[in-house]
């Protein structure tokens, strides 16, 4: 059976603010955002196209996008976060996808 990404790693799902977060580090990272004076949370879940759809030997090769878990803005400076207890083999290709569009311009 498909497990979502956090199930396998035995995140717990918890909901602060009427908001449903996939682990517990998430929520702290978001109460933690929230409650700070200099930080300001613009987005929660913001999704990043890194690599549209395509056709390839007459089927559709789905597109891969990259979901952060905030992006804040700390004075003028936009910050896009995750929270992770450690760096996936998926989280680690989609980086390098993420540099090479958005921080390469």
Do not use: G
């Not at 918890?14 to 978001?30: H, N, Q, V």
């Not at 879940?45 to 804040?72: G, H, M």
């Amino acid at each position: 059976m498909f497990k979502r990404n956090w199930e396998k790693y035995n995140a717990q799902k918890t909901i602060i603010d009427w908001i449903k977060f996939a682990s517990k580090l998430e929520a702290r990272f978001y109460e933690y955002l929230k409650n700070h004076k200099d930080i300001k949370i613009l987005e929660l879940q913001p999704k990043y196209l890194l690599q549209p759809s395509f056709k390839y030997n007459w089927k559709t090769i789905r597109e891969i996008n990259y979901v952060a878990d905030f992006k804040i803005e700390v004075f003028w400076d936009i910050y896009i976060l995750d929270s992770k207890w450690f760096e996936t083999a998926d989280f680690k290709i989609k980086k390098k996808l993420w540099l090479f569009k958005y921080w390469n311009e």
